[in-house]
């Protein structure tokens, strides 16, 4: 299981450490728009997949519905922008309360379910959220929104259509931040209980912890920092639609990085996105996006068959033998 | 009109029983919930469309093809892909169907192209009518069949040993490895019979719908709303509770508004998992 | 729990870290050394972020081989000849329909590939995305299908569209459903409007009851208003309200062949009737055709219809050549992206220079006539919006004898068949 993630050895912190400082400086070497374009998307991942990983991989709640709160992020900053003519940088404090409040409202009634239960819950709460959006017209429908562009450089629209390194500095400093609260979570008390409770449950119960205060807690902080990712995404691609933020295969882009790289734990899913982005645009380029996505599929395949608890979790396995049993 | 919609309701409902069959027994016996399923008919879909295209088989008989293709289809994919993962973690065993239905879907896609396939048996256009009700041949036989198997499937689960040994599989898998059962050797079985059944569904399907990578996708949803409707384990309640949503869907399409026809399935799916987590049938869960 | 003391060393951690990025940076720098991205002076690259993936693909895989092939047609006959002589080159880029992917591979089009102008024809939501990415860098962007409105309404100083919008073209439906009236001397008093859930849908339904609030060409009683969801596992239940309301003419915009196609057959199987059905796209895909006499008496606005190749026999060995490539039938997107090329050729060869903001200033002024273009527009010329003023949407009608062009009047090769026959009246 993967309990063993706190045997992480430090150095994996130095490693981090210099490679972030080395992405920071990046941009300055200019290297154009498009690697731009594709290391935010590789921050915005690894950022999403950590935000999944903090209910999933910590709490044991398997969410197949988290682009719910995606969506509801990004259409926060959305609505607020166009209908009401609002900086969208409200959507980063109205977006997260939205979800906060969504995801306290599923998770109550929810989260007693058992494993399969719970995923099928929360990916069918996903659909009735996204057939629903598409039907609301007040927000768009299955139009959904379209931004006006201001095709200039504006901080109080939180646009940059002109300059895409300050979504790249934007995401990149949120993924710091998403990192960072991973790790404090996973070495206070708190974290401790919720891997309490996602390992034996009745046995967390019977240790007087309040499971369901604790998921719901992590479950809000989780939702809290999707919508927020959900504005950035609105921000960038200046359209909004309800199949492109809600769908099921939104969930599964945030899960899959997480999956590869180390659930529950902290770093996992960061070097998970690390390594499937980079190369499923690479796949892009040379067999096209279907393949791409059978490819996906088949490491996805792989990964549960060979290292269920990710990468990460194989490599500490094998640096920190024994006295563990491995499984 | 209304019950010209109800009855319409009865057919759509018995093809989603068809299809839930598998994946509640798969769920019943190996506690795994499969993804690929829908993706899977819409793999015998298309064997169906070759078939009539190619060599001018009638769907209704390239089921004596499909259902011993796809029952072998099922006891592969029980051995390789759901082997393996049968003792692993519960994320593994969700996660391995779902990149099982990308690699079937994608695959399809990037071969057969995004094109709409339509097969054209000689009865497509053949009507039934009563007064104002009508009823169109293709789906008419499909209702058949899917009654028929369903019957069928009861006779084989109640009374031949292989049928009751899955039974007590689902019931209790240790006990019934303790009486002699091979296990193993029933959940081939019954992964090949579930997804049989559903290769039949893609057959019966394709005589009055469009084929298309996706279409695999949108009777798989509703066939996981009828497993949980029905109590997932119990293939009588997969049955009953195809109908019921089949009939609901039409009616709120018809009463209400088209554009919540599904997502209505899908909250009545939501409140039954709070509400009555085993389903209309309540059977009582395994842990 | 101790680690381990075979963990790897602070020091040893350091250095792997060190070399990863030097290995990447330099990575980087032999690639842009390597491959440079300044294109050779003697090839101008054309950028078609269409989608190669995703629920717009049978799109994009159509028009990619017609795309290449006209090209490759056009280098034979020497290329852009006011540049030398210089060779065009298209470089795909695939969107998978998805819009944030979309703006992505634009800006990689015009960034990395240094392509002077793009040319799309698919989902507008992408097109829209597109447009923003092209008005950015300056680059101007051909639009050979995307129909909504707004892409011409947003005051993109680059974007150009040689289709028709969608209000242009619901405006189109019903003034032909007016003369219609006046031809057969039958009045409609209800219509119904029926669209799935997806952008284009619901943006054509819109346009539609726009249409109809124009006291010229509107004025007709909406019954019903469907929104499906896409692909649906079935529509009984629609159709079954359709037939309550009882509108004499359907007014559609159904995106995917295969909803169209169990629309219709619903409709037999309901036995109900009506005057006429209006399709907005969806039903001119060959596979709707390909079912039969059921499909029958739809009438389509579309730039293109088979009967244009009897006004323009030219146009037919292009068709043949689609059909070869791709085993279907010659359709208006295909169509469409190689009316985009020929106007990008023209435009080249006027403006004799590769820097975009030049070819947009040419793009602004010039005037292609109708005989160059395999669709049925009176030519074309952009607006100061960048709309075609002479997109002109062909009316066909699905008869026994194929598409046929059945208006505007001055167009109409055939008459149009109307009131549809009952379907008892077809017979089986």
């Known amino acids: 299981m993967y309990r063993k993630s706190e045997l992480l050895p430090h150095q994996i912190h130095w490693i981090t450490i210099v490679i972030f400082a080395a992405l920071a400086i990046f941009p300055c070497l200019n290297p154009g728009e498009f690697l731009i374009d594709v290391i935010f998307m590789l921050f915005h991942y690894a950022y999403l997949a950590l935000c999944w990983n903090l209910i999933s991989g910590f709490a044991g709640q398997f969410s197949l519905g988290h682009a719910a709160y995606y969506g509801v992020g990004a259409y926060t900053a959305g609505v607020l922008f166009m209908r009401f003519g609002l900086t969208p940088w409200l959507g980063m404090l109205l977006g997260p309360m939205l979800t906060a409040a969504l995801a306290l409202a599923i998770g109550y009634p929810t989260f007693r379910l058992r494993y399969h239960y719970y995923a099928l819950a929360s990916l069918a709460l996903a659909e009735v959220m996204r057939l629903l959006f598409l039907s609301w017209d007040y927000i768009g429908g299955a139009y959904g929104i379209w931004y006006k562009p201001v095709l200039r450089y504006s901080w109080i629209d939180f646009q940059f259509t002109a300059d895409h390194i300050v979504y790249y500095y934007i995401m990149f400093a949120m993924l710091c931040g998403a990192l960072l609260l991973t790790w404090k979570i996973r070495h206070s ?83 998970g996105a690390f390594i499937l982005i980079p190369i499923s645009w690479a796949l892009r380029a040379f067999i096209g996006s279907t393949l791409q996505v059978v490819i996906r599929g088949i490491i996805l395949m792989l990964i549960v068959a060979f290292m269920p608890d990710g990468l990460l979790q194989v490599i500490i396995n094998r640096i920190t033998r024994p006295a563990l049993i491995r499984r | 009109m209304l019950i010209q919609v109800i009855l319409n309701g009865f057919c759509l409902g018995a093809i989603y029983s068809l ?43 390239s089921i004596f093809i499909i259902f011993p293709l796809m029952y072998g289809v099922g006891y592969l994919f029980q051995r390789f892909i759901i082997m393996p993962i049968l003792e692993a973690e519960r994320h593994a065993q969700l996660l391995m169907t779902f990149g099982l239905m990308l690699v079937i879907k994608n695959t399809v896609l990037y071969f057969w192209r995004a094109d709409y396939r339509v097969v054209l048996p000689f009865y497509a256009d053949l009507f039934f009518r009563m007064g104002e009700i009508v009823f169109d041949a293709p789906r ?47 959940y081939g079985i019954t992964c090949g019979l579930g997804t049989a059944f559903a290769g039949v569904a893609g057959a019966l399907i394709s005589t009055y719908y469009p084929v298309h990578p996706d279409v695999g996708t949108a009777f798989m949803f509703m066939a996981f709303v009828t497993m949980v409707l029905g109590s997932m384990g119990n293939y009588l309640g997969a049955i009953v509770a195809g109908l019921i949503i089949g009939v609901t869907e039409g009616v709120t399409a018809y009463l209400l508004s088209s554009s919540i026809r599904q997502a209505v399935a899908f909250i009545v799916f939501v409140l039954t998992l709070l509400l009555k987590p085993e389903g209309l049938f309540g059977r009582v869960l395994r842990r | 729990m101790k680690v381990d003391k075979r963990a790897i060393s602070k020091v040893v951690a350091v250095v792997i870290a060190v070399i990863v990025i030097v290995v990447a940076v330099s990575g980087y720098f032999a690639y842009t050394t390597l491959f440079p991205p300044t294109p050779k002076v003697t090839e101008v690259r054309i950028g078609c972020p269409y989608p190669l993936s995703g629920t717009a693909a049978t799109i994009g895989l159509d028009c990619k081989p017609l795309i290449e092939w006209f090209i490759d047609q056009i280098n034979k006959e020497g290329g852009i000849k006011s540049l030398g002589g210089a060779k065009l080159k298209a470089i795909f880029a695939d969107t998978e329909s998805k819009p944030e992917i979309a703006r992505v591979q634009a800006a990689k089009l015009i960034t990395e590939d240094k392509c002077v102008v793009l040319m799309d024809g698919t989902l507008s939501g992408n ?138 057959r619903t409709f037999k199987k309901m036995d109900f009737n009506f005057w006429a059905l209006f399709s907005a796209s969806g039903h001119h895909m060959p596979e709707y055709a390909a079912i039969g006499k059921t499909a029958w008496y739809v009438y389509i606005r579309l730039p293109y219809g088979p009967d244009l190749l009897t006004a323009k026999p030219w146009v037919k060995p292009i068709a043949d050549k ?52 395999p669709l049925a527009h009176g ?36 008459k149009a068949i109307f009131p549809q026959p009952t379907w008892a009246e077809r017979g089986d």
């Open chain 3, 379 to 414: 030519g074309i010329k952009f607006d100061g919006n960048g709309q075609n003023i002479y997109a002109l949407p062909v009316i066909n009608q699905l008869q026994e004898t194929g598409w046929r062009t059945v208006g505007p009047a001055d167009v109409a090769v055939v």
């Open chain 3, 127 to 264: 097109a829209l995305t597109q447009a923003e990415e092209c008005e950015k860098y300056g680059v101007p962007i051909i639009l050979g299908a995307s129909s909504s409105p707004t892409l011409t309404e947003s005051g993109f100083k680059y974007t150009f569209r040689h289709w028709a919008h969608d209000k242009m073209l619901a405006r189109s439906l019903f003034a032909f459903l007016k003369h219609l009236e006046k031809e057969s001397g039958k009045k409609v008093e209800t219509i119904a409007i029926v669209t799935d859930n997806t952008l284009f849908g619901v943006d054509c339904g819109k346009a539609y009851k726009l249409a109809n609030e124009d006291p010229e060409v509107g004025g007709y009683k909406i019954v019903e208003y469907i929104e499906f969801p896409i692909g649906a596992t079935d529509l009984t239940s629609e159709v079954a309200r359709l037939k309550v309301a009882k509108p004499q003419a359907l007014f559609l915009s159904v995106t995917v062949a295969g909803d169209c196609i169990l629309l219709q």
């Open chain 3, 322 to 373: 689609f059909k070869e490539m791709t085993g279907r039938e010659f359709h208006a997107y295909p169509a469409a992206a190689y009316a985009s090329l020929v106007l990008i050729r023209e435009v080249l060869e006027k403006c004799g220079s590769t820097d975009p903001k030049k070819i947009r200033d040419t793009l602004a002024e010039i005037f292609i006539s109708p005989e160059k273009l």
């Open chain 2, 19 to 61: 299809v839930s069959i598998g994946l509640t027994l798969i769920w019943g016996t190996m506690k795994i919930i499969n993804f690929s399923h829908g993706s899977l008919m819409m793999v015998s879909m298309y064997i169906s469309f070759w078939l009539w295209l190619i060599i001018d088989l009638d769907p209704l008989i």
């Open chain 1, 189 to 271: 008390d708190f974290g401790l209980r919720l891997m309490a409770l996602r390992d034996d449950e009745e046995a967390a119960k019977s240790l007087s912890i309040n499971t369901l205060a604790n998921k719901l807690a992590i479950a809000t902080i989780s939702a809290g920092l999707t919508a927020m990712a959900g504005v950035v995404y609105a921000q960038f691609t200046l359209f909004i639609e309800p199949d492109s933020t809600m769908s099921i295969w939104v969930t599964m882009d945030m899960l899959l990085p997480a999956m590869l790289g180390g659930l529950g734990i902290t770093y996992g899913p960061v070097i």
């Open chain 2, 140 to 186: 008419v036989i499909a209702f058949t069949a899917a009654i028929a198997l369903s019957i069928g499937l009861h006779f084989f689960m109640t009374k031949t040993s292989t049928g009751v040994a899955i039974r007590a599989v689902a019931q209790d898998s240790e006990a019934a490895s303790a009486m002699g059962i091979n296990v193993h050797k029933i």
